[in-house]
């Protein structure tokens, strides 16, 4: 069902058979992302880009591309060279201990997280309307963690 | 749309009333149980009066929860509290002073309406459900009528729209006030002597001040700081455990003032 709907999705992004733009929208495209305010050299980042119903902000599936980035001056660094054109959502977190997760304490982050179009501080998970952007062509965005305890 | 919004905040308020709740158990619970180990006769004799102590306490769980989900819906929905967690947003100075500054604002919210409260008009109709404890124990913590609970619920959920205060500081707030609001009921003394008798202790208040209030009525009001009643000239001095059980049957003496 998710698979689905994130295929109609794709679907309904790329250009159409009777498109009058003069320069249609390229079917892939460069994403850069710089992860930024990174409290330690330890571990690794995680990050997930994930097409709509795609489980956000866990992400599942596959649709999602993840990656795994590493730690250099408080940032880290990635280029997806040919990300399909489309909308999407960034979760990202710095896995300290490298255990594979996001360590809570009663429902609370214990690492760092953050988010595309980094959403202010709310006692919740954001949901994908708050953090999803347009694929379009080469870009560029940046997101800062958020370490609360 | 009006209608969901109307059920999204009744939950957020289910939601809070729940959490209190269960804080107020877990934490009353814990002192309780420590201070019955520690002396197995503190609670003899005292059955009846702390099912009242946890059934008025439950309701306060209720009351505290309308402003507190009202607080907590308000962020989650529509993000609208100064709170925030990066330690470096402000100078690192402001975490201590905000800290500190919540606790006196509370403590002077609380000093002035407890005072009022003991109006005789007032204390018979509100603040007498709360003296009904002799001796209080820790299960008198939330052990309030539910319009004075109301008049305390206020202070902590309206701070966080007001000062910039960071998540952890919010959650350190909340810890000293359960804890505090347990202890200084609890009918025996958490900190040591030497705190509690010594410089530190002539402007915290501690159970063994706070002892002293459910004695004789009309001193020692404040809640975290003595200050107020310093100023006021309505500090006593701290109080005493010894012969509580006597103390028990000498109050039925005290009168309200």
Same mark, same amino acid.
């Given at each position: 069902?998710?698979?689905?709907?994130?295929?109609?999705?794709?679907?309904?992004?790329?250009?159409?058979?009777?498109?009058?733009?003069?320069?249609?929208?390229?079917?892939?495209?460069?994403?850069?992302?710089?992860?930024?305010?990174?409290?330690?050299?330890?571990?690794?980042?995680?990050?997930?880009?994930?097409?709509?119903?795609?489980?956000?902000?866990?992400?599942?599936?596959?649709?999602?591309?993840?990656?795994?980035?590493?730690?250099?001056?408080?940032?880290?660094?990635?280029?997806?060279?040919?990300?399909?054109?489309?909308?999407?959502?960034?979760?990202?977190?710095?896995?300290?201990?490298?255990?594979?997760?996001?360590?809570?304490?009663?429902?609370?982050?214990?690492?760092?997280?953050?988010?595309?179009?980094?959403?202010?501080?709310?006692?919740?998970?954001?949901?994908?309307?708050?953090?999803?952007?347009?694929?379009?062509?080469?870009?560029?965005?940046?997101?800062?963690?958020?370490?609360?305890? | 749309?009006?209608?969901?919004?109307?059920?999204?905040?009744?939950?957020?308020?289910?939601?809070?009333?729940?959490?209190?709740?269960?804080?107020?158990?877990?934490?009353?619970?814990?002192?309780?149980?420590?201070?019955?180990?520690?002396?197995?006769?503190?609670?003899?004799?005292?059955?009846?009066?702390?099912?009242?102590?946890?059934?008025?306490?439950?309701?306060?769980?209720?009351?505290?929860?309308?402003?507190?989900?009202?607080?907590?819906?308000?962020?989650?929905?529509?993000?609208?509290?100064?709170?925030?967690?990066?330690?470096?947003?402000?100078? $690192?100075?402001?975490? *201590?002073?905000? &800290?500190?500054?919540?606790? !006196? %604002? /509370?403590?002077?919210?609380?000093?002035? +309406?407890?005072? $009022?409260?003991?109006? *005789?008009?007032? &204390?018979?109709?509100?603040? !007498? %459900? /709360?003296?009904?404890?002799?001796?209080? +124990?820790?299960?008198?913590?939330?052990?309030?009528?539910?319009?004075?609970?109301?008049?305390?619920?206020?202070?902590?959920?309206?701070?966080?729209?007001?000062?910039?205060?960071?998540?952890?500081?919010?959650?350190?707030?909340?810890?000293?006030?359960?804890?505090?609001?347990?202890?200084?009921?609890?009918?025996?003394?958490?900190?040591?002597?030497?705190?509690?008798?010594?410089?530190?202790?002539?402007?915290?208040?501690?159970?063994?001040?706070?002892?002293?209030?459910?004695?004789?009525?009309?001193?020692?009001?404040?809640?975290?700081?003595?200050?107020?009643?310093?100023?006021?000239?309505?500090?006593?001095?701290?109080?005493?455990?010894?012969?509580?059980?006597?103390?028990?049957?000498?109050?039925?003496?005290?009168?309200?003032?």
């Amino acid at each position: 069902m998710a698979a689905l709907s994130a295929l109609a999705l794709a679907g309904l992004a790329a250009p159409g058979p009777g498109a009058a733009e003069p320069a249609p929208a390229p079917a892939r495209a460069a994403l850069d992302i710089t992860v930024h305010g990174i409290n330690s050299a330890r571990g690794v980042i995680r990050l997930a880009i994930c097409p709509p119903a795609a489980g956000f902000p866990d992400c599942k599936g596959h649709e999602v591309r993840t990656a795994n980035l590493h730690i250099a001056g408080g940032q880290a660094h990635i280029q997806f060279a040919d990300l399909p054109a489309g909308t999407y959502g960034i979760s990202v977190f710095h896995d300290a201990n490298a255990n594979g997760k996001l360590d809570l304490f009663m429902g609370i982050p214990r690492e760092g997280y953050g988010f595309s179009r980094n959403p202010p501080f709310r006692p919740r998970a954001p949901r994908f309307a708050e953090v999803e952007f347009a694929h379009t062509g080469t870009m560029a965005t940046s997101i800062s963690l958020r370490y609360i305890l | 749309m009006m209608a969901a919004g109307i059920i999204s905040v009744g939950l957020a308020m289910a939601a809070m009333t729940a959490i209190v709740g269960l804080r107020y158990l877990a934490t009353s619970g814990l002192f309780a149980w420590v201070g019955l180990r520690r002396q197995p006769g503190l609670h003899t004799g005292l059955g009846t009066q702390i099912r009242r102590e946890i059934g008025w306490s439950l309701l306060s769980a209720g009351i505290y929860g309308i402003p507190a989900g009202l607080a907590a819906w308000t962020w989650q929905e529509r993000g609208w509290t100064r709170i925030y967690t990066d330690v470096n947003e402000f100078p $690192l100075w402001w975490l *201590p002073v905000s &800290f500190m500054l919540c606790l !006196a %604002v /509370h403590d002077a919210w609380f000093f002035w +309406t407890h005072r $009022l409260m003991h109006h *005789p008009a007032l &204390f018979r109709r509100i603040h !007498a %459900v /709360h003296h009904d404890s002799r001796p209080p +124990t820790a299960w008198a913590a939330m052990s309030f009528h539910p319009w004075e609970a109301l008049s305390g619920a206020f202070v902590i959920p309206a701070l966080v729209f007001i000062l910039p205060l960071h998540f952890g500081v919010v959650l350190a707030v909340l810890l000293v006030m359960t804890i505090m609001g347990t202890t200084n009921h609890m009918g025996w003394e958490l900190f040591p002597a030497r705190l509690v008798h010594g410089r530190a202790g002539r402007w915290l208040i501690t159970a063994t001040h706070h002892q002293l209030h459910h004695e004789r009525y009309s001193c020692n009001y404040g809640l975290y700081f003595r200050y107020w009643d310093h100023l006021c000239g309505t500090d006593r001095g701290l109080g005493s455990f010894v012969g509580a059980g006597a103390g028990r049957a000498g109050s039925a003496r005290a009168g309200s003032s």
